[in-house]
């Protein structure tokens, strides 16, 4: 069984930056993919990055060059650095572990997520 837990949303100006983490509470953490999703009001749950056990990653096009997906297998928790936030980035954020289709809402474990809102 795996716990996971977000931290770091907040409410944020355009423009600036949040850094998420997803602390992992299994002794699988590094060899788990481990993902981050959000879903705004009224809009279904959508894929943002993918982390494969370490360096190989995987970044939604509405983010690309503005989020950055990581890990520290060390402290068993993945990380998403979103700069440059806009108001559409507006949403909650979770994150997922060892998925079965990862750019689909199909993931083994999630968390309970985390707010995430930016301000215009």
């Known amino acids: 069984q795996v716990q996971l837990v977000e931290s770091g949303g907040g409410l944020v100006q355009a423009g600036g930056s949040l850094r998420l983490s997803c602390a992992h509470s299994?002794?699988?953490?590094?060899?788990?993919?481990m993902g981050w999703f959000r879903q705004a009001p009224g809009k279904e749950r959508e894929f943002v990055a993918i982390n494969w056990r370490g360096t190989i990653t995987d970044v939604a096009d509405s983010v690309k060059g503005r989020f950055t997906i990581s890990r520290d297998n060390a402290k068993n928790t993945l990380y998403l650095q979103m700069n440059s936030l806009k108001p559409e980035d507006t949403a909650v954020y979770y994150c997922?572990?060892?998925?079965?289709?990862?750019?689909?809402?199909?993931?083994?474990?999630w968390g309970q997520g985390t707010q995430v809102t930016v301000s215009s």
């Open positions: 997922g572990a060892r998925p079965r289709n990862y750019r689909r809402n199909d993931y083994e474990y």
């Open positions: 299994g002794r699988t953490f590094s060899t788990d993919a």
